[in-house]
């Protein structure tokens, strides 16, 4: 059986029940991990796989919450013994995005390695392969595909399909990525097993942390529960897993009745730790 674990079904906004964004699908023997949001190896840690155990990094896109650990997952995966180059796949720009990392880190680092004298140095190796319009990454147990979705003005912004056979059936899971409601999306999720879909449920207007514009884009590039809904219903999804709750802090069964309204199928509310066959 492939498992959906849902890490962090967070958004920026800090919060101790729901971290940053982060998920992870495990088809056999390969782990697969979607965006690195704020406590991803915590997470790890308490689902039981080290860090060194992630063959693969996907980014959606280069906001902080989905990116903030990756150096933290990096680092960690050293440290539990990954002998194995540290591999990301995401959007152009996350090579820049990393190695600028690597550099603010490189005093600390050569500090540590020679004070810590480890016995491999290969999982400090890395390999970063930024995504053009034919990308297809693929291995023995399955294909993954990123594919662009809305998130204006962030470009590119991706959701990535995973596709692979099992028990003599092919199955699809689709990571929507951070987006508005987009015919992109639709397209790549027809009749996936699961959806796992962003939402952005709604913020209260705060005039000393925002102003009214403030409020109306962060809007304008999420998707609502009902458009969320349409998307399930018009891809005709199996399953639809919801995650990235902006706020963290919601009404979980108004936000399911509204989703409800359009679409007939599996609802999953997502939470932090929760595992998901398919
Ligand atoms: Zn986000």
């Given amino acids: 059986m492939s498992t959906i674990k849902l890490l962090g079904t967070g958004c920026p906004s800090p919060s101790h029940i729901r971290f940053g964004p982060s998920t ?38 280069i906001h902080s919450d989905h990116i903030v650990d990756i150096y933290q997952l990096y680092i960690s995966g050293w440290h539990q013994g990954r002998e194995e180059p540290f591999k990301i796949v995401g959007p152009s720009g996350i090579r820049e995005f990393f190695e600028s990392q690597l550099k603010s880190f490189k005093r600390e680092l050569e500090g540590r390695k020679k004070w810590e004298a480890r016995p491999n140095e290969n999982g400090l190796l890395y390999e970063i392969y930024e995504v053009d319009r034919d990308y297809v990454y693929e291995d023995n147990f399955a ?44 397209e790549q999720s027809f009749k996936a097993d699961a959806l796992v879909h962003e939402v952005f449920i709604g913020l209260d207007f705060d005039g000393k942390r925002m102003t009214k514009k403030t409020l109306e ?12 809904g349409e998307v399930a219903k018009e891809a005709l999804v199996e399953k639809l897993i919801l995650t990235h709750f902006v706020p963290p802090v919601f009404d979980e069964k108004k936000l399911k009745a509204d989703v409800e309204e359009v ?7 997502g939470k932090d730790l929760l595992s998901i066959e398919i």
């Fill in 24 to 61: 992870l699908v495990k088809v056999q023997n390969s782990n697969y991990l979607f965006d690195a949001g704020s406590g991803v190896t915590q997470r790890l840690n308490e689902s039981g796989i080290k860090s060194s155990e992630i063959d693969l990094l996907f980014i959606t896109h």
């Fill in 263 to 269: 679409y007939k199928g599996e609802i999953v509310i």
């Fill in 217 to 228: 884009n962060i809007a304008d590039y999420h998707t609502f529960p009902k458009e969320v």
């Fill in 143 to 186: 294909q993954v595909s990123p594919f662009e979705v809305d998130h204006k003005p962030v470009e590119p912004a991706y959701g990535y399909k995973i596709e692979f056979n099992e028990g003599g059936r092919n199955k699809k899971i689709v990571i929507s990525g951070d987006t508005r409601k987009c015919n992109n999306l639709i």
